[in-house]
């Protein structure tokens, strides 16, 4: 299971970090990815890292501005956000997926999801 949180509101400009807390014996067997969706739009992929390969992808969109980490310790993935536009105000979601450390960016690829947290970045 994947349990998602850390969302909240700031202004532009601003930074936030969300955590996703993954339960399970295989964690290091995941790819750990970020998606978002903003209201009355699809499901969009922001950032993904590779336990097995040790690479990261973002979307054109957050590159240079957030940053994916993984805490191994307490099994936790973390996004860090900044310099945050109001474009980025989303639920953005924590996935997961056991596929050989490939970073796609189709959200129907993974198998499992944390629940949501809502970003709002007011101008």
């Known amino acids: 299971q994947l349990q998602a949180s850390g969302g909240g509101s700031v202004q532009t400009g601003g930074s936030l970090r969300l955590s996703c807390a993954v339960s399970g014996r295989t964690f290091s067997r995941y790819t750990l990815v970020w998606f978002r969706q903003a209201p009355g739009q699809e499901r969009e992929f922001v950032g993904g890292?590779?336990?097995?390969?040790?690479?990261?992808y973002y979307s054109d969109s957050v590159k240079g501005r957030f940053t994916i980490v993984i805490f191994n310790a307490n099994h936790t993935v973390y996004l860090h956000m900044n310099s945050l536009k109001p474009e980025d105000t989303a639920v953005y979601y924590c996935?997961?997926?056991?596929?050989?450390?490939?970073?796609?960016?189709?959200?129907?690829?993974?198998?499992?999801w944390g629940q949501g947290t809502l970003v709002t970045v007011s101008s």
């Open positions: 890292i590779s336990q097995s390969t040790g690479t990261s």
């Open positions: 996935a997961a997926a056991i596929n050989g450390g490939i970073i796609r960016t189709i959200s129907t690829h993974y198998r499992y």
